[in-house]
């Protein structure tokens, strides 16, 4: 008995656990390890929606008239299929451009031609948000995070990702980008999770 107890504690050990991919995904250290537009919440900001997020922790991406706006982490994994997920708090006065048509074309959109690792080309249009996961210098993977502009609530949008194998090893890399427009979203987590 002794003996498959110990056996089981062994196995226990050498099984891989579903931890978080990303590092710093819940913004304890701030914006480190991510890169693009994210800041950290200052309570003494004049912006009254910055200055209010900053009571949640977290990260904040303010909206640009004219530009889209972006959050992003390079990774590693050998995970075939991936579970995302991003919470946030939309400010009360956040309001993309919905009349922003969809852009693609051989040149990226304002706000997105400086994103290491990956040359976006296309951006939604309608104020939708968009998730990229991608190989560097390779294939693709784009889905929709749903946010909900009229709850100023926390929200969480989450989903499951196929075809993430990175058998090469190549660096990976995952990107939100958030269309043009007003007001500020709060980040306070954002997650990639193995799921075999």
């Not at 200052?42 to 900053?54: E, I, M, P, R, V």
């Amino acid at each position: 008995m002794k003996a498959f107890a110990l056996i089981l504690l062994v196995l226990a050990f050498y099984l891989p656990l579903q931890a978080d991919i990303l590092v710093n995904g819940d913004f304890a250290d701030g914006h480190a390890h991510w890169k693009g537009d994210a800041k950290d919440p200052d309570t003494a900001s004049d912006d009254l929606s910055l200055s209010n997020q900053a009571n949640h922790g977290g990260v904040t991406i303010v909206l640009k008239k004219d530009k889209w706006t972006k959050i992003y982490q390079n990774f590693n994994t050998h995970e075939k299929r991936l579970r995302y997920s991003i919470t946030f708090t939309l400010s009360s006065d956040y309001q993309p451009d919905r009349n922003q048509p969809e852009m693609a074309g051989a040149s990226p959109p304002p706000g997105l031609d400086d994103i290491d690792g990956v040359s976006v080309y296309f951006a939604p249009g309608n104020g939708t948000w968009l998730g990229i996961i991608a190989r560097a210098g390779w294939s693709m993977s784009y889905f929709y995070p749903q946010a909900d502009p009229r709850k100023t609530d926390s929200q969480t949008s989450s989903g499951i990702l196929q075809g993430a194998s990175n058998a090469d090893n190549t660096d990976m890399i995952l990107v939100f980008i958030f269309p043009p427009g007003k007001g500020s979203i709060n980040l306070t987590n954002i997650s990639l999770t193995g799921l075999n």
